[in-house]
């Protein structure tokens, strides 16, 4: 079975302050990506990288950065974390067909 | 660009209702590939179904969807709700390097 590992799974963060959320897949995938769920919202796309050292920008890309240093791990910045980023933040990985979801980051900022 | 739209907010079934979620989509590909995920309560989200060609219908786990280019939709069903079926599920469409998801049908199944 794939395998997507997030952490941390939970974080309260200080607004102004900088978090990092990594994501660790052992699923051999090239594509990656980065979401947030919000009620009301649905998934939506931050950032996404289909080779190591690459990244995308997805559909709402501000005040987030992405950083793929290898074909694993793939990690969201948030430089200055603002209160309306609190939300839960999912990982994925692909082979193209299928979707294989991490586990979650629950981030509140306050 | 792509977009879909689901049935919006919260379905709620008695036990062995039939079910229903609407998920009709706008792409510019010819030929789309449209999905189910759902995502239980303390869960990751996954893949249910997977669009085929068109017209045809697709089944997993008891859920049947069949795409329906002429209408631009594939609408998510089960003959008979169960406790269990009870979570979130998003339609979503595109291609292999990315998907765009509705906003997501919060289905709630009562004894």
């Known amino acids: 079975e794939a395998a997507v590992t997030q952490s941390p799974r939970s974080k309260v963060a200080v607004t102004g302050g900088k978090v990092t959320l990594s994501c660790h897949q052992t699923n051999n995938h090239d594509y990656m990506y980065w979401y947030r769920q919000d009620t009301g919202h649905g998934l939506r796309l931050i950032h996404y990288s289909y080779v190591a050292d690459s990244t995308e920008k997805g559909d709402i890309p501000d005040g987030y950065k992405a950083s793929r240093p290898s074909q694993e791990n793939f990690s969201l910045i948030l430089e200055l974390a603002s209160l309306s980023q609190t939300a839960v933040y999912f990982c994925?990985?692909?082979?193209?067909?299928?979707?294989?979801f991490g586990p979650g980051t629950r981030l509140t900022v306050l | 660009g792509d977009s879909v739209t689901q049935t919006e907010g919260l379905v709620t079934l008695t036990e062995g209702l039939p079910v229903m979620l609407n998920c009709t989509y706008q792409t510019i590909y010819s030929n789309p590939f449209l999905f189910w995920y759902v995502h239980y309560l303390n869960e990751s989200p996954r893949l249910l179904l997977k669009?085929?060609?068109?017209?045809k219908r697709t089944e997993h786990q008891g859920f049947h969807a069949t795409l329906h280019k002429s209408s631009s939709s594939f609408h998510l069903q089960k003959s008979s709700a169960q406790l269990s079926d009870s979570a979130l599920y998003y339609c979503a469409t595109g291609n292999t390097r990315k998907l765009i998801f509705g906003l997501g049908t919060t289905l709630q199944v009562q004894p």
């Open positions: 669009s085929s060609t068109d017209n």
């Open positions: 994925a990985s692909s082979d193209g067909e299928k979707q294989y």
